[in-house]
């Protein structure tokens, strides 16, 4: 079986579980706090970032048709977001070509790993590392690692930012159904998944754009979807639109 090594409240790790649950991977979950810097986790990626996948069973890359690895490979460690989820639509996609989450045209191919890199890179940097590290992560963290009280300049920037890009996806969703075009693609799982750390919060303001609304009502009624609802911060009830699929 595949190992994800994964914070449940960092978004590329809940980006990369909804990958897996578009093909039907349940990976075992193994929880990191990476503030924590634990050798055992540094030894798997050095950069010290989750999330981590070592790929075994079916995502072993020398599995057979029916997803069995060979007796006594190593696990393949793959780190990151970006590259997790390349590697599991290039593998299991060759065998699943229905549930692609990259187009087969190249200028579509483009477009999605574009947004799927907005989402990732831009909404994190602007909105999901603010709120996740000051309203969740330091909760946890000793005082020496950064730990404490939010910095609630850091939480009204972001609470701001995500007002243009939920405009931003109601202006893909003008001529599409979904933000890449015609077909669910990683575009689609990557602004969820940001997004779905940020409703947790109650920071999303689904007013500002009812075609945004109305799409990650369908995405989180997907059943890649179910196990993140399942998450909670221990000491923190998740807003109410959190578990709803009517946002």
């Not at 603010?130 to 939010?150: D, N, Q, S």
Request: charged share 25%.
């Amino acid at each position: 079986m595949a190992t994800l090594h994964h914070h449940a409240f960092c978004p590329h790790s809940r980006f990369v579980r909804l990958v897996l649950g578009e093909f039907d991977v349940a990976p075992e979950l193994v929880e990191v706090r990476p503030w924590e810097r634990r050798q055992e986790f540094l030894m798997l990626n050095p950069a010290g970032d989750t999330p981590v996948l070592a790929a075994d069973g079916a995502l072993h890359p020398d599995s057979d048709a029916e997803g069995a690895a060979p007796a006594g490979a190593a696990p393949l460690v793959l780190s990151g977001a970006a590259v997790i989820n390349e590697y599991v639509d290039e593998l299991l996609g060759a065998r699943h070509p229905d549930r692609r989450l990259l187009p087969g045209g190249i200028a579509e191919r483009a477009e999605a790993r574009r947004l799927t890199a907005w989402f990732n890179e831009k909404f994190f940097a602007e909105v999901t590392t603010y709120l996740c590290t000051e309203k969740i992560y330091k909760r946890f963290m000793a005082t020496e690692l950064g730990g404490g009280p939010p910095d609630m300049n850091g939480v009204r920037a972001a609470r701001a930012n995500v007002r243009y890009h939920l405009r931003y996806i109601g202006f893909l969703l003008r001529d599409a159904p979904f933000l890449a075009g015609a077909r669910l693609t990683s575009a689609d799982l990557a602004a969820a998944a940001h997004l779905s750390c940020v409703d947790y919060l109650g920071d999303v303001p689904w007013s500002e754009d009812e075609a945004a609304a109305a799409w990650y009502g369908r995405i989180k009624s997907r059943p890649s979807f179910r196990t993140l609802l399942q998450d909670l911060v221990p000491g923190m009830a998740p807003a109410t639109t959190y578990a709803r699929l009517n946002v």
